[in-house]
């Protein structure tokens, strides 16, 4: 069994920076990719990166190139986004994810098999 737990959200500014965290435990842990999936109220869920878990390929979604950057720490099974430069429309609850199947479809939140219990991001103008 694999519990994703994520860490780092907060309350920040305009253009300031976080770092979430996710840690996985579990005897075993080898996904194909891991996720940071959000959801804004009353929106649908967005994946807004990936990371391929064995080679470290990694997937932005356009609203976030430039400023996000996800890695991970196969030693620790953790995996982070370093959010830069935030504005008020990344507000959300942001969650890790894991999967297993083919990644070819590992932009789309239904790829993710397992999910973390949520982290809110708020970023005031």
């Known amino acids: 069994q694999v519990e994703l737990v994520e860490s780092g959200g907060g309350l920040v500014q305009a253009g300031d920076s976080l770092r979430l965290s996710c840690a996985a435990s579990?005897?075993?842990?080898?996904?194909?990719?891991m996720g940071w999936i959000r959801q804004a109220p009353g929106k649908e869920r967005d994946v807004v990166a990936s990371?391929?878990?064995?080679?470290?390929?990694?997937y932005y979604a356009e609203f976030v190139k430039g400023r996000f950057t996800i890695s991970r720490d196969k030693s620790e099974n953790t995996v982070y986004l370093e959010m830069n430069s935030l504005k008020p429309e990344d507000t959300a609850v942001y969650y890790c994810?894991?999967?297993?199947?083919?990644?070819?479809?590992?932009?789309?939140?239904?790829?993710?098999?397992?999910w973390g219990q949520g982290t809110q991001v708020t970023v005031s103008s």
């Open positions: 579990g005897r075993t842990f080898s996904p194909v990719a």
């Open positions: 990371i391929a878990w064995s080679s470290g390929g990694a």
């Open positions: 994810a894991a999967g297993w199947g083919d990644s070819r479809t590992w932009s789309k939140a239904e790829y993710y098999h397992t």
